[in-house]
C-alpha cells in the first residue's frame, strides 16, 4: 500500500513564526487532504489539494504530484494553531492512508 | 448541523462486552468509512461502505467487528468480546462518490475497554 511520512513528527514554535511542514507520499495519488486534529479529537478539513496551491487566510498548501510530496504553510502562527496535522492521501478514489502526524506547539 | 455525527462520543465497557457505535453521514454523501486512532498514531482504515455494500475491509477488521450499513444511509459498528486492545478512538467519515472525494469526518467514539 501507500506509504505517507510527515516531517517534522514534531514541531515548537513562538507565537509569529511561520512554518513548514511537509508530507511525502510513496505512489500516484488522486486525493490527497489536510487536517487539523483539535484537542477533543476531530480531524478539521484544512485543505482537499491532490495537486496545484490553495490559500486559506494564514494556511497555504502546495502539492506537487509528480514528485510525490505537499507542503503546508503556516504564517504568523498562534497558539490556537496548536495540535496534531495530518496529511492523508487516497488512491483510486477509495480509503485514505495517513501519515504519522506533525505535532505542533505555538508557545505564547 | 450538516455535518457527520457519531454517537456515543465516548463508551467505556467491560472486557467481554459487545459494544455497537452509530455513524449518521452528510446527508447526500453515498461513501461512508471507518477509521480507527490509537494514541499518538494516525488513523487507520477499517472498511468503506458506498450505499449499502461493503466494499473494503481491512485486515484490522477481525472477525469480531462487523459494521452494515442498511439503507445506504446510517452506519453502525459492532464489536464483540471487546478486548483492551481494541480501545481507541473510532472515527467515522463520508464522501461523494464523484470527484471531489474529499472526506469529512465525525467527532469520533473513544473508546476504553477496562
Known amino acids: 500500500g501507500i506509504q505517507v511520512e510527515q516531517s517534522p513528527p514534531d514541531l515548537i514554535l513562538q507565537e509569529g513564526a511561520n512554518s513548514t511542514l511537509r508530507c511525502n507520499f510513496s505512489?500516484?495519488?488522486?486525493?490527497l487532504q489536510w487536517f487539523h486534529q483539535n484537542p477533543w479529537g476531530q480531524l478539521i478539513n484544512l485543505f482537499y489539494?491532490?495537486?496545484g496551491t490553495k490559500q486559506n487566510g494564514r494556511l497555504s498548501a502546495t502539492t506537487v504530484a509528480t514528485e510525490r510530496y505537499s507542503l503546508l504553510y503556516i504564517s504568523s502562527s498562534q497558539t490556537t494553531d496548536s495540535g496534531v496535522y495530518f496529511c492523508?492521501?487516497?488512491?483510486?478514489?477509495?480509503?485514505?492512508?495517513f501519515g504519522g502526524g506533525t505535532r505542533v506547539l505555538v508557545k505564547p | 448541523d450538516t455535518g457527520v455525527s457519531q454517537d456515543p462520543r465516548h463508551k467505556i465497557t467491560k472486557r467481554g462486552q459487545n459494544v455497537t457505535f452509530r455513524c449518521d453521514p452528510i446527508?447526500?454523501?453515498?461513501?461512508l468509512y471507518w477509521y480507527r486512532q490509537t494514541l499518538g498514531q494516525g488513523p487507520e482504515f477499517l472498511t468503506y461502505?458506498?450505499?449499502?455494500?461493503?466494499?473494503?475491509k481491512s485486515r484490522l477488521l477481525s472477525d469480531r467487528f462487523s459494521a452494515e450499513r442498511p439503507k445506504g444511509s446510517f452506519s453502525t459498528l459492532e464489536i464483540q468480546r471487546t478486548e483492551q486492545g481494541d480501545s481507541a478512538m473510532y472515527l467515522c467519515?463520508?464522501?461523494?462518490?464523484?470527484?471531489?472525494?474529499?472526506?469529512?469526518f465525525g467527532q469520533g467514539t473513544r473508546l476504553t475497554v477496562v
Open positions: 467519515a463520508s464522501s461523494l462518490d464523484a470527484n471531489p472525494r474529499e472526506a469529512f
Open positions: 505512489d500516484s495519488v488522486n486525493n
Open positions: 489539494i491532490p495537486s
Open positions: 492523508a492521501v487516497g488512491a483510486a478514489g477509495n480509503k485514505l492512508t
Open positions: 446527508s447526500e454523501h453515498n461513501r
Open positions: 461502505f458506498q450505499n449499502e455494500a461493503q466494499l473494503e
